[in-house]
């Protein structure tokens, strides 16, 4: 019998899970797999930032290197997602390695963007996490120009050589509301400042956020964000959730949480935490499969909650992106 204090509802975000440059990474290590034939195959870095996806590799053979000098030399790799800089591709070709790279298109962008600018002489002010496995990528394509910010106050206080030969990009797992106050005082700061068109920010990225939002607005008293603790994406969408549901709530106690948890066995034994609500959202990073989307859906439902559709926010149905020209080499050399 249902739970009377149990939420009545629950909101789907759309888009959610899954966005095109994450397909094709897992389908490229997928196909990489079936055309060498029984191989061991190595990716440099986790294909994609989810433990679960990772963990499926493994078990399939698959090992996961952070160092590109522990894949055996003519062996091959597969880039992750998140682009890697000229320094591993050099290593690469030196070790004679089979290479594939399976980066996102859209992460190449700030890569072709800061060799433009650095042929030119400018300094490339990006913006970004440390240690992240793409700001470390698109940096090493030219660290003598480039400086990383992180922070407003890296913003305001950042020293630069030349103010007029200046340009600016940024990690694609960044929405325009999370560079905005750091774009603002930078465009304050250096008036000839070169920035990123608007189109050149990841659409999975913004969408994403925008359909938290959209729950939100539409009634939505808590968040449940499905996706893993080293993801980028993850921990945004919760921010943006937690940042969303504080300005409705204003900071009532029993309302106004955003959680991210890596898959539904997080929630077990927390009822507690949704108990005394009506309605919660519900979505999922870029890396998370539907399969386990729906296990926490299936969490909610199975203790008496209802589903209500979220109206689709951006429709990426049709985005797909070719894969590699590599890759497809190799499989016609496998048959």
């Known amino acids: 019998m249902k739970d009377k204090r149990w939420p009545e509802k629950i909101l789907l975000a759309s888009p959610r899970g899954f966005c095109a440059g994450v397909d094709r990474a897992i389908d490229v290590l997928n196909r990489v797999q079936a055309a060498d034939g029984g191989e061991q195959i190595y990716s440099y870095h ?51 390695l089979n290479w594939i790279d399976a980066t996102c298109p859209l992460v190449e962008k700030p890569h072709r963007e800061v060799k433009k600018f650095a042929e030119q002489g400018y300094t490339i002010l ?47 797992t960044l929405s325009l509301d999370d560079t905005a106050e750091i774009v603002a005082v930078l465009k304050a700061r250096f008036p000839h400042l070169t920035a990123p068109r608007s189109e050149d920010v990841c659409y999975a990225t913004q969408n994403r956020q925008d359909a938290v939002k959209a729950m939100v607005r539409k009634g939505a008293e808590a968040v449940v964000i499905v996706g893993s ?49 009506n309605v919660v959202g519900l979505s999922s990073a870029a890396s998370v499969s539907e399969e386990k989307f729906q296990e926490v859906v299936n969490w909610f439902k199975e203790r008496g909650s209802r589903i209500v559709e979220e109206e689709v926010v951006a429709d990426e149905s049709k985005i797909h992106f070719a894969s590699p020209q590599r890759l497809r080499l190799l499989e016609q050399q496998s048959f």
Do not use: C
């Open 46 to 96: 986790q294909i994609v930032h989810n433990t679960h996806v990772v963990r499926k590799f493994e078990e399939q053979g698959v090992k996961f290197v952070e160092d590109i000098s522990m894949v055996p030399q003519g062996k091959t790799v597969v880039f992750s997602a998140h682009g890697v800089s000229p320094e591993i591709r050099e290593s690469t070709q030196k070790r004679e």
């Open 126 to 172: 990006y913006i970004g996490h440390a240690g992240h496995d793409e700001t470390i990528g698109t940096m090493g394509e030219a660290p003598n120009h480039m400086i990383l910010i992180e922070t407003v106050e890296d913003a305001k206080n950042v020293q630069v050589p030349n103010p007029e030969k200046l340009a600016l990009t940024t990690q694609t």
């Open 229 to 277: 603790s080293n993801s980028s994406n993850a921990h945004r969408m919760r921010e943006v959730a937690e940042q969303a549901l504080k300005m409705k709530f204003l900071g009532e106690t029993k309302k106004g949480s955003a959680y991210l948890i890596d898959d539904v066995q997080e929630l077990d034994g927390k009822e507690s935490f949704f108990s005394h609500l």
